[in-house]
Protein backbone atom coordinates (compact mmCIF):
# COMPACT_ATOMS: atom_id res chain seq x y z
CA UNK A 1 0.00 0.00 0.00
CA UNK A 2 1.73 3.42 -1.10
CA UNK A 3 1.63 6.19 1.76
CA UNK A 4 2.47 9.80 1.34
CA UNK A 5 4.81 11.55 3.97
CA UNK A 6 5.01 15.02 5.39
CA UNK A 7 8.30 15.93 6.52
CA UNK A 8 10.43 18.50 8.51
CA UNK A 9 7.43 20.90 8.99
CA UNK A 10 9.11 23.71 11.26
CA UNK A 11 5.74 23.82 12.80
CA UNK A 12 3.27 20.85 12.66
CA UNK A 13 -0.24 22.51 13.96
CA UNK A 14 -1.77 18.90 15.70
CA UNK A 15 -4.52 20.94 17.94
CA UNK A 16 -4.50 17.54 19.25
CA UNK A 17 -6.64 17.47 22.41
CA UNK A 18 -9.30 16.15 23.71
CA UNK A 19 -12.14 15.13 21.42
CA UNK A 20 -14.88 18.23 22.08
CA UNK A 21 -14.63 21.70 21.36
CA UNK A 22 -12.00 23.84 23.19
CA UNK A 23 -12.82 26.77 25.65
CA UNK A 24 -10.62 29.32 27.70
CA UNK A 25 -7.10 29.10 27.95
CA UNK A 26 -7.68 25.93 25.74
CA UNK A 27 -7.66 27.69 23.17
CA UNK A 28 -4.72 28.39 23.08
CA UNK A 29 -2.90 25.19 22.75
CA UNK A 30 -1.88 23.94 19.42
CA UNK A 31 0.04 21.27 19.98
CA UNK A 32 2.32 22.10 17.80
CA UNK A 33 5.47 19.55 17.12
CA UNK A 34 8.33 20.93 15.89
CA UNK A 35 9.99 19.61 13.06
CA UNK A 36 7.08 17.69 12.64
CA UNK A 37 5.96 15.10 10.05
CA UNK A 38 2.95 12.72 9.44
CA UNK A 39 2.49 10.02 7.39
CA UNK A 40 -1.49 9.43 5.22
CA UNK A 41 -2.25 6.21 3.63
CA UNK A 42 -6.09 5.54 2.20
CA UNK A 43 -6.62 9.21 2.50
CA UNK A 44 -6.11 9.41 6.55
CA UNK A 45 -3.46 10.25 8.82
CA UNK A 46 -1.97 6.92 10.11
CA UNK A 47 0.82 8.12 11.88
CA UNK A 48 2.04 12.18 13.67
CA UNK A 49 5.15 12.83 15.46
CA UNK A 50 8.57 14.46 15.11
CA UNK A 51 10.29 14.07 11.80
CA UNK A 52 13.18 11.56 12.58
CA UNK A 53 10.41 9.29 13.83
CA UNK A 54 8.45 9.64 10.70
CA UNK A 55 11.22 8.73 8.72
CA UNK A 56 11.30 5.28 10.02
CA UNK A 57 7.78 4.32 9.09
CA UNK A 58 8.35 5.62 4.87
CA UNK A 59 8.67 2.52 2.59
CA UNK A 60 10.24 2.81 -0.50
CA UNK A 61 7.35 3.57 -2.43
CA UNK A 62 6.30 6.17 -0.24
CA UNK A 63 5.51 9.82 -2.02
CA UNK A 64 7.79 12.78 0.27
CA UNK A 65 6.49 15.88 1.10
CA UNK A 66 9.57 18.21 2.10
CA UNK A 67 7.97 20.59 4.16
CA UNK A 68 11.32 22.39 5.72
CA UNK A 69 11.15 25.86 6.99
CA UNK A 70 7.68 25.78 6.33
CA UNK A 71 4.20 25.55 8.82
CA UNK A 72 1.24 22.45 8.38
CA UNK A 73 -1.95 23.69 9.19
CA UNK A 74 -5.19 21.05 9.65
CA UNK A 75 -7.58 22.53 6.58
CA UNK A 76 -9.89 25.40 7.58
CA UNK A 77 -13.49 24.16 8.76
CA UNK A 78 -15.59 26.68 7.65
CA UNK A 79 -18.78 26.84 9.68
CA UNK A 80 -20.48 29.49 7.83
CA UNK A 81 -21.04 30.28 4.27
CA UNK A 82 -23.86 31.05 1.21
CA UNK A 83 -21.80 29.46 -1.33
CA UNK A 84 -24.80 29.06 -3.64
CA UNK A 85 -26.02 32.09 -5.61
CA UNK A 86 -26.36 33.70 -8.67
CA UNK A 87 -24.81 37.60 -9.50
CA UNK A 88 -22.99 39.88 -7.74
CA UNK A 89 -24.02 42.96 -5.43
CA UNK A 90 -21.43 45.50 -7.00
CA UNK A 91 -24.31 48.21 -6.77
CA UNK A 92 -24.76 47.80 -3.42
CA UNK A 93 -21.69 47.74 -2.47
CA UNK A 94 -21.16 50.82 -4.19
CA UNK A 95 -24.10 52.62 -2.44
CA UNK A 96 -22.56 51.96 0.95
CA UNK A 97 -19.66 53.36 0.23
CA UNK A 98 -21.99 56.54 -0.41
CA UNK A 99 -22.79 56.30 2.64
CA UNK A 100 -26.40 54.16 2.91
CA UNK A 101 -26.76 51.35 5.30
CA UNK A 102 -27.56 47.68 5.16
CA UNK A 103 -31.21 48.13 6.22
CA UNK A 104 -31.45 51.27 3.49
CA UNK A 105 -29.85 49.22 0.90
CA UNK A 106 -32.66 46.72 1.54
CA UNK A 107 -35.42 48.78 2.13
CA UNK A 108 -35.32 50.37 -1.56
CA UNK A 109 -35.33 46.85 -2.86
CA UNK A 110 -31.64 45.69 -2.76
CA UNK A 111 -29.50 43.41 -0.39
CA UNK A 112 -30.86 40.03 -0.77
CA UNK A 113 -33.59 40.45 -2.87
CA UNK A 114 -30.87 41.38 -5.61
CA UNK A 115 -29.53 38.08 -5.08
CA UNK A 116 -32.89 36.38 -4.73
CA UNK A 117 -33.95 37.66 -8.02
CA UNK A 118 -30.59 36.21 -9.94
CA UNK A 119 -30.38 33.06 -8.52
CA UNK A 120 -33.82 31.83 -9.28
CA UNK A 121 -33.52 33.06 -12.96
CA UNK A 122 -30.10 30.38 -12.43
CA UNK A 123 -30.73 27.15 -13.71
CA UNK A 124 -29.07 24.34 -11.20
CA UNK A 125 -26.40 23.83 -13.81
CA UNK A 126 -25.52 27.65 -14.01
CA UNK A 127 -25.39 27.49 -9.77
CA UNK A 128 -23.44 24.71 -9.96
CA UNK A 129 -20.88 25.98 -12.34
CA UNK A 130 -20.69 29.23 -9.95
CA UNK A 131 -20.26 27.01 -6.92
CA UNK A 132 -17.43 25.11 -8.65
CA UNK A 133 -15.57 27.93 -9.26
CA UNK A 134 -16.04 29.46 -5.79
CA UNK A 135 -14.97 25.78 -4.14
CA UNK A 136 -11.66 26.27 -5.47
CA UNK A 137 -11.46 29.94 -3.90
CA UNK A 138 -11.98 28.72 -0.73
CA UNK A 139 -9.62 25.44 -1.23
CA UNK A 140 -6.56 27.87 -2.43
CA UNK A 141 -7.43 29.74 1.27
CA UNK A 142 -7.05 26.35 2.46
CA UNK A 143 -10.27 25.62 3.69
CA UNK A 144 -11.71 22.17 3.10
CA UNK A 145 -14.54 21.50 4.88
CA UNK A 146 -17.52 24.60 4.47
CA UNK A 147 -21.15 24.82 6.17
CA UNK A 148 -23.36 26.28 3.12
CA UNK A 149 -26.65 27.74 3.32
CA UNK A 150 -29.57 28.27 1.02
CA UNK A 151 -31.96 31.43 1.48
CA UNK A 152 -31.61 33.24 -2.20
CA UNK A 153 -34.49 31.12 -3.53
CA UNK A 154 -36.73 31.76 -1.08
CA UNK A 155 -39.64 29.48 -2.66
CA UNK A 156 -40.07 25.77 -3.02
CA UNK A 157 -38.59 25.07 -6.03
CA UNK A 158 -35.82 27.25 -5.81
CA UNK A 159 -34.59 26.43 -1.77
CA UNK A 160 -34.39 22.87 -3.39
CA UNK A 161 -32.53 24.04 -6.57
CA UNK A 162 -29.77 25.21 -4.13
CA UNK A 163 -29.26 22.96 -1.58
CA UNK A 164 -29.01 19.63 -4.46
CA UNK A 165 -26.11 22.12 -6.00
CA UNK A 166 -24.92 22.47 -1.83
CA UNK A 167 -25.08 18.34 -2.38
CA UNK A 168 -23.74 18.29 -5.58
CA UNK A 169 -20.41 20.74 -4.91
CA UNK A 170 -20.11 17.92 -1.97
CA UNK A 171 -20.00 15.27 -4.01
CA UNK A 172 -18.36 16.21 -7.41
CA UNK A 173 -15.86 18.41 -5.75
CA UNK A 174 -13.10 17.97 -3.62
CA UNK A 175 -14.60 20.28 -0.78
CA UNK A 176 -17.22 18.59 1.89
CA UNK A 177 -20.13 20.78 2.27
CA UNK A 178 -22.57 20.59 4.59
CA UNK A 179 -26.19 21.66 3.80
CA UNK A 180 -28.04 23.89 5.82
CA UNK A 181 -31.82 25.22 4.61
CA UNK A 182 -32.13 29.03 5.11
CA UNK A 183 -35.56 29.35 4.02
CA UNK A 184 -36.34 31.64 6.26
CA UNK A 185 -33.77 34.26 5.21
CA UNK A 186 -36.08 37.34 4.17
CA UNK A 187 -39.68 37.76 3.13
CA UNK A 188 -39.75 37.55 -0.32
CA UNK A 189 -40.95 40.25 -2.42
CA UNK A 190 -44.39 38.08 -3.36
CA UNK A 191 -44.98 37.73 0.50
CA UNK A 192 -43.80 41.23 1.57
CA UNK A 193 -47.40 42.33 2.77
CA UNK A 194 -48.74 38.77 3.78
CA UNK A 195 -45.71 37.48 6.16
CA UNK A 196 -48.21 34.48 7.99
CA UNK A 197 -48.63 32.57 4.52
CA UNK A 198 -44.73 33.01 3.66
CA UNK A 199 -43.95 31.62 7.28
CA UNK A 200 -46.94 28.87 6.45
CA UNK A 201 -45.09 27.67 3.33
CA UNK A 202 -41.66 27.38 5.12
CA UNK A 203 -43.29 25.10 7.97
CA UNK A 204 -45.99 22.97 5.39
CA UNK A 205 -44.14 22.87 2.42
CA UNK A 206 -40.62 23.37 2.03
CA UNK A 207 -39.54 21.93 5.32
CA UNK A 208 -41.34 18.53 4.73
CA UNK A 209 -40.05 18.65 1.28
CA UNK A 210 -36.76 19.14 2.60
CA UNK A 211 -36.70 16.43 5.72
CA UNK A 212 -38.34 13.61 2.89
CA UNK A 213 -35.02 14.32 0.48
CA UNK A 214 -32.65 14.02 3.29
CA UNK A 215 -31.20 17.74 1.67
CA UNK A 216 -30.31 19.53 4.65
CA UNK A 217 -28.47 18.86 8.08
CA UNK A 218 -29.41 22.14 9.67
CA UNK A 219 -32.44 24.53 9.51
CA UNK A 220 -31.07 28.29 9.97
CA UNK A 221 -33.03 31.83 10.29
CA UNK A 222 -32.28 35.50 10.11
CA UNK A 223 -33.39 36.20 13.23
CA UNK A 224 -33.72 40.22 13.22
CA UNK A 225 -35.81 43.22 13.21
CA UNK A 226 -37.67 43.38 9.63
CA UNK A 227 -36.44 40.12 9.06
CA UNK A 228 -37.93 37.01 11.21
CA UNK A 229 -38.47 38.22 15.04
CA UNK A 230 -38.37 36.12 17.86
CA UNK A 231 -41.79 33.97 17.96
CA UNK A 232 -41.62 33.67 14.57
CA UNK A 233 -38.51 32.27 14.49
CA UNK A 234 -39.62 29.92 17.76
CA UNK A 235 -42.41 28.71 15.54
CA UNK A 236 -40.05 27.78 12.49
CA UNK A 237 -37.59 26.51 14.34
CA UNK A 238 -39.54 24.32 16.72
CA UNK A 239 -41.15 22.84 13.18
CA UNK A 240 -37.56 22.32 11.52
CA UNK A 241 -36.74 19.80 14.84
CA UNK A 242 -39.87 17.72 13.76
CA UNK A 243 -38.08 17.01 10.79
CA UNK A 244 -34.91 16.25 12.07
CA UNK A 245 -33.26 19.44 11.60
CA UNK A 246 -30.77 20.83 13.89
CA UNK A 247 -30.44 24.19 14.69
CA UNK A 248 -28.52 27.53 13.86
CA UNK A 249 -29.31 30.91 13.98
CA UNK A 250 -28.45 34.10 12.44
CA UNK A 251 -28.62 36.71 15.81
CA UNK A 252 -28.06 39.87 16.60
CA UNK A 253 -26.39 41.04 13.75
CA UNK A 254 -28.14 44.84 13.52
CA UNK A 255 -29.63 44.76 16.57
CA UNK A 256 -30.02 43.35 19.55
CA UNK A 257 -33.27 41.71 19.90
CA UNK A 258 -33.18 38.70 21.83
CA UNK A 259 -31.86 36.61 19.64
CA UNK A 260 -29.27 34.86 21.85
CA UNK A 261 -31.47 34.24 24.15
CA UNK A 262 -34.41 32.64 21.88
CA UNK A 263 -30.68 30.36 20.58
CA UNK A 264 -29.77 29.09 24.61
CA UNK A 265 -33.88 28.38 24.68
CA UNK A 266 -33.92 26.39 21.58
CA UNK A 267 -30.57 24.85 22.16
CA UNK A 268 -29.39 25.39 19.09
CA UNK A 269 -25.86 24.24 17.80
CA UNK A 270 -24.78 27.53 17.14
CA UNK A 271 -25.65 31.54 17.42
CA UNK A 272 -24.39 33.43 14.50
CA UNK A 273 -23.05 36.81 14.10
CA UNK A 274 -23.76 38.37 17.70
CA UNK A 275 -22.45 41.99 17.10
CA UNK A 276 -24.84 43.67 18.99
CA UNK A 277 -25.45 40.62 21.85
CA UNK A 278 -24.92 42.23 25.53
CA UNK A 279 -23.65 40.39 28.01
CA UNK A 280 -26.72 38.97 29.30
CA UNK A 281 -26.75 37.22 25.96
CA UNK A 282 -23.23 35.69 25.95
CA UNK A 283 -24.28 33.84 29.65
CA UNK A 284 -27.51 32.69 28.09
CA UNK A 285 -25.47 30.85 25.40
CA UNK A 286 -22.93 29.41 28.12
CA UNK A 287 -25.70 27.78 30.56
CA UNK A 288 -26.46 25.85 27.19
CA UNK A 289 -23.65 24.93 25.65
CA UNK A 290 -24.13 27.21 22.32
CA UNK A 291 -21.30 27.58 20.27
CA UNK A 292 -20.63 31.52 19.01
CA UNK A 293 -20.17 31.24 15.35
CA UNK A 294 -18.13 35.22 15.09
CA UNK A 295 -18.17 36.24 11.36
CA UNK A 296 -15.65 39.27 11.19
CA UNK A 297 -15.65 39.56 7.48
CA UNK A 298 -19.07 41.08 7.63
CA UNK A 299 -18.31 43.50 9.88
CA UNK A 300 -15.55 44.57 7.92
CA UNK A 301 -17.23 44.95 4.49
CA UNK A 302 -20.33 46.59 6.03
CA UNK A 303 -17.83 49.55 7.19
CA UNK A 304 -18.76 49.11 10.82
CA UNK A 305 -17.01 49.16 13.56
CA UNK A 306 -19.02 46.90 16.19
CA UNK A 307 -17.66 43.88 16.00
CA UNK A 308 -18.64 40.30 18.46
CA UNK A 309 -17.04 40.85 21.95
CA UNK A 310 -14.75 38.17 21.38
CA UNK A 311 -12.81 38.55 24.80
CA UNK A 312 -16.11 38.00 26.81
CA UNK A 313 -17.18 35.08 25.32
CA UNK A 314 -13.98 33.30 25.82
CA UNK A 315 -13.40 34.55 29.43
CA UNK A 316 -17.50 33.30 29.69
CA UNK A 317 -16.20 29.85 28.64
CA UNK A 318 -17.57 29.76 24.90
CA UNK A 319 -16.39 27.37 22.77
CA UNK A 320 -15.93 30.38 19.73
CA UNK A 321 -16.51 29.55 15.84
CA UNK A 322 -14.82 32.02 13.33
CA UNK A 323 -16.26 31.80 10.21
CA UNK A 324 -15.92 33.46 6.66
CA UNK A 325 -19.50 34.14 6.46
CA UNK A 326 -18.97 34.29 2.35
CA UNK A 327 -22.02 36.00 0.66
CA UNK A 328 -22.44 38.15 -2.28
CA UNK A 329 -23.62 40.81 0.07
CA UNK A 330 -21.87 41.50 3.20
CA UNK A 331 -18.83 39.37 3.26
CA UNK A 332 -17.50 38.51 -0.45
CA UNK A 333 -14.70 36.61 0.88
CA UNK A 334 -13.65 33.48 1.00
CA UNK A 335 -10.40 33.88 2.94
CA UNK A 336 -10.01 32.24 6.29
CA UNK A 337 -6.92 33.73 6.92
CA UNK A 338 -8.43 37.49 6.27
CA UNK A 339 -10.75 36.39 8.82
CA UNK A 340 -7.61 35.06 11.50
CA UNK A 341 -6.32 38.71 11.04
CA UNK A 342 -9.16 40.46 11.61
CA UNK A 343 -9.84 38.19 14.70
CA UNK A 344 -6.48 39.41 16.06
CA UNK A 345 -6.43 42.74 15.10
CA UNK A 346 -10.36 43.90 15.84
CA UNK A 347 -11.44 41.88 18.52
CA UNK A 348 -8.56 40.86 20.47
CA UNK A 349 -8.30 37.28 19.72
CA UNK A 350 -4.69 35.48 19.87
CA UNK A 351 -3.21 33.69 16.84
CA UNK A 352 -3.65 30.74 18.62
CA UNK A 353 -7.40 30.88 19.74
CA UNK A 354 -7.87 31.98 16.15
CA UNK A 355 -6.85 28.96 14.21
CA UNK A 356 -8.51 26.47 16.94
CA UNK A 357 -11.71 28.86 16.69
CA UNK A 358 -11.18 28.15 12.74
CA UNK A 359 -10.74 24.08 12.97
CA UNK A 360 -11.23 22.04 16.05
CA UNK A 361 -14.19 24.81 17.48
CA UNK A 362 -15.69 24.63 13.87
CA UNK A 363 -15.70 21.16 13.03
CA UNK A 364 -17.45 20.66 16.31
CA UNK A 365 -20.30 23.00 15.67
CA UNK A 366 -20.67 20.88 12.57
CA UNK A 367 -20.36 17.64 14.20
CA UNK A 368 -17.46 16.07 12.01
CA UNK A 369 -14.73 16.44 14.91
CA UNK A 370 -14.55 12.88 14.92
CA UNK A 371 -12.91 12.89 10.83
CA UNK A 372 -11.62 16.56 10.69
CA UNK A 373 -10.44 19.81 12.84
CA UNK A 374 -7.06 18.40 13.70
CA UNK A 375 -4.14 16.30 12.41
CA UNK A 376 -4.52 13.62 14.49
CA UNK A 377 -4.11 9.33 13.85
CA UNK A 378 -7.36 8.32 12.05
CA UNK A 379 -8.34 11.76 10.70
CA UNK A 380 -8.69 12.62 6.95
CA UNK A 381 -5.97 14.08 5.48
CA UNK A 382 -7.04 17.54 5.22
CA UNK A 383 -4.34 19.94 5.85
CA UNK A 384 -2.22 23.00 4.11
CA UNK A 385 1.45 23.68 3.82
CA UNK A 386 2.04 27.71 4.71
CA UNK A 387 5.03 28.91 3.03
CA UNK A 388 6.39 30.59 6.60
CA UNK A 389 8.29 29.78 9.89
CA UNK A 390 5.75 30.43 12.47
CA UNK A 391 1.73 30.00 13.14
CA UNK A 392 1.17 33.71 13.94
CA UNK A 393 2.50 34.62 10.06
CA UNK A 394 -0.62 33.34 8.63
CA UNK A 395 -2.42 36.30 10.60
CA UNK A 396 0.31 38.87 10.59
CA UNK A 397 0.83 38.80 6.39
CA UNK A 398 -2.91 39.67 5.76
CA UNK A 399 -3.69 39.99 1.80
CA UNK A 400 -1.35 37.58 0.29
CA UNK A 401 -1.27 33.84 0.24
CA UNK A 402 0.80 31.69 2.22
CA UNK A 403 -0.30 28.61 1.08
CA UNK A 404 2.26 26.15 -0.46
CA UNK A 405 0.19 23.56 -1.15
CA UNK A 406 -3.73 22.20 0.22
CA UNK A 407 -4.23 18.40 0.50
CA UNK A 408 -7.55 17.48 0.70
CA UNK A 409 -7.89 13.44 1.97
CA UNK A 410 -3.99 13.36 0.96
CA UNK A 411 -4.66 14.57 -2.41
CA UNK A 412 -2.35 17.33 -3.44
CA UNK A 413 -3.50 20.57 -4.67
CA UNK A 414 -7.06 19.51 -5.58
CA UNK A 415 -8.87 21.72 -8.47
CA UNK A 416 -5.81 22.77 -9.42
CA UNK A 417 -5.32 24.91 -5.97
CA UNK A 418 -1.69 25.68 -6.48
CA UNK A 419 0.16 24.34 -9.95
Given at each position: MSSLAVLHASQLITLAGPPRARFGKELGDLGIIPDGGLVVADGKITHVGKTPEIEKLCQHDTEVVNARGCVVLPGFVDAHTHLVFAGSRLEDFESRARGETYEQVAKRGGGIQTTVQATRAATEDDLFALAKKRASWFLQNGTT???????????????????????????????????????????????????????????????????????????????EQNYFDVENSRRILTAAKQYGLKLRMHVDQLTNGGGAQLAAELEAITADHLEQTAADGI?????????????????????????????????????????????????????????????????????????????????ASLDRLDIIGSLEQGKLANFAIYDCHDYREVAYWFGVSLIRDVFVQGQKNPLNARS
Open positions: TIEAKSGYGLTLKDELKILRVIRRVGAETPLETVPTFLGAHAFPPEFRENHVEYISLIIDKMLPAIGHEKLAEYCDIFCTALAKTGVQPVLLPGSVYALGSKKYPDARRMIDTGLAVVLATDFNPGSSPSPSMPMMLSLAVTQMRMSPAEAITAATVNAA
